[in-house]
């Protein structure tokens, strides 16, 4: 199955998803990037399908999830974040063997995952959708280099 990555873009940038408490979102708008509250200590997944990001926020009234940002993400930040990334399931077009690819994932600090896309109304849909988990250096280049506009 191929995959393909569908999401809104400008020449600026490609649109990403997060959803936080409000405290998080509120002084990340204060601030034009994370700031209290982030933890930089734990993955943080970004998710180019606004209607994947609904669904799993459970349309914004899921605890600690009750506001979504959409973030500009520069379009080198996105290219270096698919580069670094590493699939949370095993690919044997992509890796020799499930050695080599539990090995990269442990030395990666990107995880790739595809999940079921859905719509604004909540229909699941034929495609999937990527998110992207980011830690360690990627999560801070993320959020001190590479994300150009948020908004709610």
Known sequence: MSKQILAAYDDEGVFVYQAFKPSI????LRRGTFAEGFSFDRL???KPSFGWMLHRSEYATAVRQERILKIKLRHD????????GVPTSYDRNRFAS????R?????TDVRIQWDPDRSLRRVKL?????QL??????VRQY?????????T
Do not use: Y
């Open 25 to 28: 979102v509120e002084a990340a």
């Open 44 to 46: 943080t997944w970004i």
């Open 77 to 84: 930040g996105f290219l270096t974040i698919l580069r670094r």
């Open 98 to 101: 499930e050695h080599k690819w």
């Open 103 to 107: 090995r990269a994932l442990d030395e």
């Open 126 to 130: 034929e495609r999937r959708a990527i």
């Open 133 to 138: 988990g980011m830690g360690g250096e990627t």
């Open 143 to 151: 959020v001190q280099e590479w994300m150009s506009d948020s908004k």
